[in-house]
């Protein structure tokens, strides 16, 4: 990633737990793929670069939105020191609002729009510095719609992307927003593969040349694995949530060479951030949040439940297989009483007929004794 400089910025990963805070992911074509998982690689926290090594500096923001539009937050995100040459944001469950127009107002004194790709909810834009026109060619937009009912609340599913080339380098930008919950783990598999092999596959020239660098951003769902929201923040309120890392489903998924083949991304030096009371850095406490503890607790117990439910039907099916093999052994011992029976029978036939021959032969004897006696 010589030359290249991902500013993450901290903004919105979720608790739950969700990986979401600086949820970008990039792949550069000189990354060596592999089964291992995500690599975790130094990303520079400031654009800052001596020598002429140095190509491009992006600016990645993404952000879910929950359908509010605060202004003073969009002004914060952006900076006024803006170093970057890119400003890549993308944007999940945003709201019916002019999202565009507001940052071209807020962008104005220093950059430019030069490509949009919009979803409903799920949107991503991608800013330049002004007269940045000559270095930009071949921007291109794709979108794709996985299942659910969203857009009965205009909150899609599914990705939106930019293809672009700037100052010579292929960037494909992809911002997401997978399904919810952490028992759809393998939904949200699926839809990254579905969506990996479907954006920009129309009219695809096998012969074009590949992207130098794809990054993936958004609200990506995944979960934490193995732990309650309570276990989960004692270790997050003790400073130790680095603990959490290895329950983190996308890793894990990523370790099984499930998604994110060959991607790699910043370190997670930060604490999950969903879910905050609004306006405040403290964990949420609402009414829902006892009502998820209380359903861990229902979830448990009916694991238990289940788990006693699968011991009994083990043990009936153990005992009626027992049942159908004591039955199988009186009847192979009922068949071999019958072949003894058969035996005996036999037997007394034999002794029937053999006294009947031999009754039969004495009497012809005798008979023949008489006559020679006569004559």
């Not at 990633?1 to 608790?15: D, H, N, Q, T, W």
């Not at 991304?265 to 850095?281: C, M, N, Q, R, V």
Request: proline letters at 2%; glycine letters at 10%.
């Amino acid at each position: 990633m010589e030359g290249l400089c991902v500013k993450l910025f901290e903004a919105s990963r979720k608790y739950k737990m969700k990986r979401h805070k600086a949820e970008a992911i990039g792949m550069v074509d000189s990354f060596e793929a592999s089964h291992e998982g995500i690599k975790t690689v130094d990303i520079q926290k400031r654009c800052e670069f001596s020598g002429t090594s140095s190509h491009l500096c992006i600016y990645f923001v993404t952000w879910n939105m929950n359908g509010q539009v605060p202004c003073e937050d969009i002004a914060k995100l952006v900076g006024e020191d803006r170093k970057y040459d890119l400003l890549v944001m993308g944007l999940q469950e945003a709201p019916r609002n002019n999202i565009c127009k507001l940052l071209k107002n807020t962008l104005a004194d220093t950059h430019m729009l030069l490509g949009k790709s919009v979803m409903q909810s799920v949107q991503l834009y991608v800013f330049g510095p002004k007269n940045s026109e000559q270095f930009t060619r071949e921007v291109k937009v794709d979108k794709h719609e996985v299942g659910g009912l969203g857009w009965l609340i205009r909150r899609k599913k599914g990705a939106v992307a930019i293809k672009i080339s700037y100052k010579g380098i292929q960037m494909v930008f992809i911002s997401c927003h997978l399904s919810a919950h952490a028992r759809n783990v393998e939904e949200r598999n699926l839809q990254f593969k579905h969506i990996s092999n479907s954006l920009f596959s129309k009219n695809r020239n096998p012969y074009a040349k590949s992207a130098q660098l794809t990054v993936w951003l958004g609200d990506l769902n995944y979960r934490l694995q193995g732990i309650n929201s309570y276990p989960a923040r004692d270790l997050i309120h003790g400073n130790l949530h680095q603990m959490l890392t290895s329950k983190d489903q996308l890793l894990q998924e990523a370790e099984r060479g499930e998604i994110f083949n060959g991607y790699c991304e910043g370190a997670l030096d930060f604490k999950p951030t969903y879910k905050y009371d609004i306006g405040s850095s403290s964990y949420d406490t609402s009414h829902k949040l006892h009502v998820i503890g209380r359903r861990e607790a229902s979830e448990t117990g009916r694991e238990r439940r289940e788990a006693r439910e699968r011991g009994q039907r083990v043990g009936e099916s153990e005992i009626e297989r027992g049942r159908r093999e004591a039955s199988e052994i009186g009847r192979g011992r009922r068949e071999a009483s019958e072949i003894g029976r058969g035996r005996r029978d036999a037997s007394e036939r034999g002794q029937r007929v053999g006294e009947r021959e031999i009754g039969r032969g004495r009497r012809e004897a005798s008979e023949r004794g008489k006559r020679v006696e006569q004559r």
